[in-house]
Every structure is written in structure tokens, then in C-alpha cells.
């Protein structure tokens, strides 16, 4: 695995061959050759230690999903808030030597939970076995539907209740066919352990409908236009809970992901709430085409600074993103002194580009003058 500190400059440049720190003042890229070297990475940076993780706050079980279905990895992000203490793990078909190493340095202990590993979904009978092998209990949450499996998720979420009241009395509603205008929400599910149930674009599938209307004062935050998740929806859920239903949408994805991290619900508490210039707020950057990068970000947001997460193209900083950056941005001081921003950049340099780091650098950086 390559040192997440350097990179190559043929990667961006051609033919330059010479070694370069990938990161900047006030950004941190988190490197990878691929989405699995990534997330070790982001693991080792979050829980730290070796040949064991040594901080108090290492994982007391792992979530693992399917890397190549995102709904699984979606509606698993609350089981990643404490008690449980379960950060999610993409994995593939077979247990690679990497991950087993990985898994033997976080040594999850399972405490006060049913078993070290939760496996949410259709997670490989092969993989399950292996890990059984090498010493770990497991669980299995939901199966093949990724409806039903959002409902059983969330029911084991509200077994082992996060602290907050906020994961008891509220849930969001997203996409289950399409990720690019929700895939920051599990952030905030990993943050705070609300439950994430998932919906066609013009029904409730019948399994999160009971789900919702056995709980008639649940609060609904759905995510997303009316392009993912329709307004026929929208009365649906009205029907069903004497709760609030909320949408929070935008006029495109980049302004989704910003009102996202705006939103203050001043009666439920819910939400980012970043809005106040000058506090330093921290925040991770992924391409809006890679939900994976964005389900490892929410180790980010779970711990260390918090970081809500914002999305973009991979060549450019949306406007979107730029200009509520620049709001944010502390004034200039004399002489400079904290709160200063950050940015946690996930991917290498075709996920975002690293002139695309640079504007982020750029606006986010203590004002020059």
C-alpha cells in the first residue's frame, strides 16, 4: 500500500516521475490505489496502533457490507454510533489478507452487543465463514431485499439505542435506487445513529411502511428531489406517522449535499447545523460518483473532527460547494490564530483531481491580505 503522504506526479502530470506530498496546508488526502487500500487506510488513521489498535475508543464490533451494493452500506450507517461502536467495513466476496490483517489489529471485543461482527445484507456465506475462522462471532442483519433490510437494520439500531434521542424518535427516508442525492446522509447516521430506511422513487415498500406506521411519532427526514423520491411518497408518509416529514433538497446534487450540512432542525436537533462562519468546521470531499469513498468518509464523521461530508466532480470544485465554503471561511485576523478549517480528501488523484484539492485548499485556507 502506498504512503497516503506521497504520490507519484505521473499520476496527474504524465511523464514527471519525481515525489510530492499529496496533501496541502489545510488538506488531508486520504490515498489509496483502489477503494480497499482506502479504507485501511482511513481505519488506521481513525484507530490507531500497531500490530494492535491501542486508543480507548477502538471498534467494539464491525459492520460489513457488500462493496458493490450501496443500499446495504446506506441503511447499516446508523449501527456505527456508540453503544455499538461498529464502523463500517466494505468488503468483497473472500477474505483478503489485508482485511483479516485489519480485523485482527481492531479485534473488536463485541461487548454488550450479540457478536463482533454484524454483516448487514447479502455479505458471501464464503466471507462469513472465513471470518468465523479466524476467531470472530457474527450476526446476520437482513438478506438479499435491501427494503426489508433497512427495516431489520434499523430495528437492531433501536435494540442497542444509540445516547442521543435524536436516533429514537427520528429516521431518514432515501433513495434505494439511486445514491448521488443522498450518499452524504450516512454520515450523519454514523454520527448520530439515526436509523436510514430506504424507498422506490414511487412507493414505500410495504416492509418500511409497517415499520413506520408501528412507530406513530416517528420523525421523517427524507433526502433527495423529487427526481429519487416522489411527492406521491411524501403523502404516503404523512399518513403513516403523526410525525414530522421533512424533505431537504436542492437544485442539484453539490446543493443537496450543501442544504444537508445547513440543516438545523431547532425542535429535533437534527442536523449538521453548519452555518456560522468562522467556527473552523472540518469537512471530507468525495467524487459525487463513488458512494463507496463517501461510506468510508463517515469514519470521519463518526470521529476525531466530526466532519460533515460534501461532494464533487472530480476535474472541478462545483460553485455550489465553493461558494459555501468561502461562507464559512474565517475572517482574517491579526495576527492569524485558530479556528482555522480542514479537508479530508478521499481517493486518489482520478477520484479528485489534485487541482481540484488545490481550490479546495484555496477556499478554505485563512484568508491572505
Known amino acids: 500500500m502506498r504512503n497516503s503522504l506521497w504520490v507519484s506526479t505521473h499520476m496527474m502530470l504524465g511523464e514527471v516521475t519525481e515525489m510530492f506530498s499529496g496533501n496541502t496546508t489545510d488538506t488531508t488526502r486520504v490515498w489509496g490505489e483502489d477503494v480497499f487500500s482506502v479504507m485501511l487506510n482511513a481505519f488506521q488513521m481513525a484507530y490507531p496502533g500497531f500490530p494492535t489498535a491501542k486508543v480507548p475508543w477502538k471498534p467494539n464490533a464491525i459492520t460489513m457490507v457488500p462493496s458493490s451494493h450501496f443500499p446495504f452500506a446506506f441503511t447499516s450507517a446508523s449501527l456505527v454510533h456508540d453503544p455499538n461502536n461498529a464502523p463500517v467495513m466494505l468488503v468483497p466476496e473472500r477474505l483478503t489478507e489485508?482485511?483479516?490483517?485489519?480485523?485482527?489489529?481492531?479485534?473488536?471485543?463485541?461487548?454488550?452487543?450479540?457478536?463482533?461482527?454484524?454483516?448487514?445484507?447479502?455479505?458471501?456465506?464464503?466471507?462469513e465463514r472465513e471470518v468465523q475462522t479466524i476467531g470472530f462471532s457474527t450476526i446476520r442483519i437482513g438478506n438479499q431485499d435491501p427494503y426489508s433490510t433497512s427495516v431489520e437494520a434499523s430495528q437492531f439500531r433501536l435494540t442497542y439505542p444509540p445516547p442521543s434521542e435524536q436516533g429514537r424518535k427520528n429516521a431518514f427516508l432515501l433513495s434505494g435506487e439511486t445514491f448521488e442525492e443522498s450518499m452524504f446522509v450516512p454520515n450523519y447516521a454514523m454520527h448520530q445513529g439515526i436509523p436510514v430506511l430506504l424507498t422506490e422513487k414511487d412507493r414505500i415498500p410495504t416492509p418500511v411502511q409497517q415499520f413506520i406506521y408501528s412507530r406513530p411519532k416517528i420523525n421523517i427526514y427524507i433526502v433527495g428531489s423529487e427526481a429519487t423520491?416522489?411527492?406521491?411518497?411524501?403523502?404516503?408518509?404523512?399518513?403513516?406517522?403523526?410525525?414530522k416529514v421533512v424533505r431537504i433538497s436542492g437544485t442539484s446534487s453539490f446543493d443537496i449535499s450543501v442544504q444537508f450540512s445547513q440543516f438545523f432542525d431547532a425542535e429535533t436537533r437534527v442536523g449538521w447545523n453548519r452555518n456560522e462562519k468562522g467556527r473552523g468546521d472540518a469537512f471530507s470531499f468525495v467524487n459525487r460518483r463513488d458512494w463507496r469513498l463517501a461510506i468510508i468518509s463517515g469514519l470521519f464523521s463518526h470521529l476525531g473532527k466530526h466532519a460533515p461530508l460534501l461532494i464533487t466532480r472530480s476535474g472541478r470544485l462545483p460553485k455550489e460547494i465553493k461558494d459555501y465554503l468561502l461562507s464559512l471561511r474565517p475572517p482574517i485576523r491579526r495576527p492569524p490564530q485558530p479556528p482555522f478549517m480542514h479537508g479530508f480528501v478521499f481517493g486518489n488523484?482520478?477520484?479528485?483531481?489534485?487541482?481540484?484539492?488545490?481550490?479546495?485548499e484555496e477556499s478554505i485556507v485563512f484568508p491572505q491580505g
Open 349 to 360: 488523484f482520478d477520484s479528485i483531481a489534485y487541482p481540484t484539492q488545490i481550490e479546495i
Open 229 to 243: 423520491i416522489s411527492h406521491e411518497v411524501e403523502r404516503t408518509l404523512h399518513r403513516l406517522t403523526d410525525g
Open 98 to 127: 489485508e482485511i483479516k490483517n485489519e480485523i485482527l489489529r481492531l479485534s473488536p471485543e463485541g461487548k454488550n452487543v450479540p457478536a463482533q461482527i454484524f454483516l448487514v445484507g447479502p455479505v458471501s456465506q464464503y466471507f
